[in-house]
């Protein structure tokens, strides 16, 4: 399911326009996004949580020549499902 599709789908369970769930999606992609820039964790109960991991630096090769190089530390956002979700995919 693409984006356009999941806007779809939550026009016609919502009984909305499909414009006002598309801005209702855009503000919550947004919120996580911005609480997540923030260092907070979005935590939906029933469907999971949004956090932060922070990677180390460490050391890598590079697969063309072999040589070795510094890969920088870096921070990635991650999702864990909620056990409500988890049982429904069951």
């Given amino acids: 399911m693409n984006k356009s599709e999941l806007v779809d789908t939550m026009a016609e369970a919502a009984d909305i326009p499909k414009t006002a769930a598309a801005k209702a999606l855009d503000g919550f992609i947004d919120a996580i996004a911005n609480a997540l820039k923030e260092g907070d964790t979005v935590s939906i109960i029933g469907f999971g949580n ?3 991991k922070e990677r180390a630096a460490r050391t ?3 697969p063309q020549t072999g040589a070795t190089i510094q890969i920088a530390a870096s921070k990635s956002p991650s999702f864990k499902a909620g056990k409500a979700l988890k049982d429904a995919i069951k």
């Fill in 60 to 62: 890598g090769r590079n």
């Fill in 50 to 52: 949004f956090t932060v």
